[in-house]
C-alpha cells in the first residue's frame, strides 16, 4: 500500500513552466514502485504522459510531452516530478500521479506506460494553461 500526494499544480500561461511533485508514503521502500503521471481533461480518457521505472534509469514520454517535459524522482525524498516546460493551452488537465508495486515478473528498469497498469492513484492536481 502506498498514499500518493500530487502538488504544484496552478494557472500559467502558455510557454510558462510548472513543476509538479507526487509524494509517497508507504512501509515499503520508494524502490518497490515503479511510476507515472497521467492527465485528465473532463469527457476523456485518461492520457499517459511519463513513467520512470524503479531505478530511476529508465523513463518514457508521451509523443506530445516529449523534448518538453521531464519526469524524475528522488529516493531521498521519496518522491516523484514532472518538469513541464513550454506549456501550451493542450497540456491543460488534472494531472495525476500513479504507482505500480514490484514483484517477481518485472525488472528494475521496466517502465509502464498503461493506466490499467497501476494499482495506486493520487487525487491529482490541476494543470490550466491560458492562451
Known amino acids: 500500500q502506498v498514499q500518493l500526494v500530487e502538488s504544484g499544480g496552478g494557472l500559467v500561461q502558455a510557454g510558462a513552466s510548472l513543476r509538479l511533485s507526487c509524494t509517497t508514503s508507504?512501509?515499503?521502500?520508494?524502490?518497490?514502485?515503479?511510476m507515472g503521471w497521467f492527465r485528465q481533461v473532463p469527457g476523456k480518457e485518461r492520457e499517459f504522459v511519463a513513467a520512470?521505472?524503479?531505478?530511476?534509469?529508465?523513463?518514457a514520454y508521451s509523443d506530445s510531452v516529449k523534448d518538453r517535459f521531464t519526469i524524475s524522482r528522488d529516493h531521498i525524498r521519496k518522491a516523484m516530478d514532472l518538469q513541464m516546460n513550454t506549456l501550451q493551452p493542450e497540456d491543460t488537465a488534472v494531472y495525476y500521479c500513479?504507482?505500480?508495486?514490484?514483484?517477481?515478473?518485472?525488472?528494475?528498469?521496466?517502465?509502464?506506460?498503461?493506466?490499467?497498469?497501476?494499482?495506486?492513484w493520487g487525487q491529482g492536481t490541476q494543470v490550466t494553461v491560458s492562451s
Open positions: 500513479a504507482a505500480k508495486a514490484r514483484t517477481a515478473y518485472w525488472s528494475i528498469v521496466s517502465v509502464f506506460t498503461g493506466a490499467t497498469e497501476y494499482e495506486y
Open positions: 508507504s512501509a515499503r521502500t520508494f524502490s518497490d514502485y515503479g
Open positions: 520512470i521505472s524503479r531505478s530511476g534509469g529508465n523513463t
